[in-house]
């Protein structure tokens, strides 16, 4: 040491020894990291979804907007074939209908080795802007995907805009279609308080369910609503069926899809011509809430704005609501040829 000079390293003969080992291993981990990172083109999603999956465990699911199920590569090379991967337009839209568990549908087939999804809505279909940038567009919004892989998208708008079926048979004609529904009444009182609860995080009031749902001049029920407007499926149906046979919707009981969702999953894979899948196991039930969340690489519940508290309607209001539908229910099972217990 005492003849070291300023350009020399100055260790004593123990400290040299221990570098000499130290530093091979160090450069080992060096070495391996930076293949696991080349190997990953698309290593900034991976690492996003890896942090995101953290904090959806880690902050008790409930404060972030999405969840996002991760693909884990089944092997080495199905790995390099993903990086390979490019986007591809969608097999498959979920059309509706909005508050019936559209975005519960879209994560459950996420987590499906044979789909992917983009992460957010593109609004192609129903927003003109849009539509007119393109299908070019509309295919930069999509993941990346394998031949083997279908691409799935939901916007919950396509439901409601009129002219998203013709548009959609025009860029494909041979598209498949999911159409969720549950009980008209309970999804109506959904949709009202999603827009209830988007008031009032921005300090706004908002009319109650009764209050939109009754016309005050007459104490009938106010049929032009939204919310009401939106249950009734068969007229929304048959917009799609001016385009499109039966055979391309499939139609999934969105009751069911709450209480077993393995059960409404298996045949909408069938639907769609892929592998065999779900199980009972891949779900876990949210004791706090009494959903299902993913159990496939880790848990993944649904965000707290699915699947919120109803308030409690007036019984009246719902009385006359149950009666307006039954028609319009009736209707839709002749339509489809399924039925329902609302
Ligand atoms: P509520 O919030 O009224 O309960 P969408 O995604 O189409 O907006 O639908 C939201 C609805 O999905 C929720 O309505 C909820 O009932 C339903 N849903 C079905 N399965 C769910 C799940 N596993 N987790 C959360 N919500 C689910």
């Known amino acids: 040491m005492s003849g070291c000079r300023w350009h020399q390293i100055c260790l004593y003969p123990c400290q040299r020894r221990r570098l000499f080992i130290s530093v091979p291993f160090l450069l080992c981990f060096v070495f391996a990291v930076a293949i696991f990172i080349s190997s990953q083109t698309r290593f900034p999603v991976f690492l996003i979804r890896g942090v995101h999956s953290i904090l959806l465990v880690s902050k008790n699911h409930d404060d972030l907007p999405k969840v996002h199920a991760i693909k884990t590569p089944v092997n080495e090379t199905h790995l390099k074939r993903f990086s390979n991967s490019t986007p591809h337009f969608p097999h498959c839209l979920i059309i509706g209908v909005c508050k019936a568990g559209t975005r519960a549908i879209l994560e459950f087939l996420n987590m499906h080795p044979d789909v992917v999804r983009p992460m957010f809505e593109t609004h192609f279909f129903d927003n003109v802007a849009n539509y007119k940038k393109g299908y070019r567009w509309y295919l930069q919004q999509m993941p990346k995907s394998l031949p083997s892989q279908i691409t799935v998208e939901k916007t919950a708008m396509y439901y409601a805009v ?13 598209i498949k279609l999911l159409f969720v529904v549950r009980d008209p009444v309970s999804r109506a009182v959904s949709d009202h308080l999603h827009m209830f609860t988007v008031y009032k995080t921005r300090k706004l009031k908002y009319k109650t369910f009764e209050e939109m749902a009754i016309n005050p001049a007459n104490g009938k029920l106010n049929t032009k609503f939204y919310a009401i407007q939106r249950s009734l499926y068969y007229r929304y149906l048959q917009k799609w069926l001016k385009y499109f046979p039966l055979s391309q919707i499939h139609i999934v009981d969105g009751e069911k899809l709450r209480l077993r969702p393995w059960e409404v999953m298996s045949p909408i894979a069938d639907f769609l011509g892929i592998r065999k899948f779900y199980d009972k196991s891949y779900f876990y039930l949210n004791p706090d809430r009494g959903f299902y969340c993913i159990n496939f690489n880790g848990i993944h519940c649904l965000p707290k704005s699915k699947g919120r508290e109803h308030p409690a309607v007036d019984p009246k209001v719902l009385k006359k609501l149950k009666s ?4 319009e229910n009736e209707n839709f099972y002749n339509l489809t040829g399924r039925t329902f217990p609302w």
């Open 162 to 174: 009129p002219e998203v079926p013709q548009r959609v048979h025009e860029m494909n004609s041979s």
């Open 324 to 327: 307006f539908f039954r028609k």
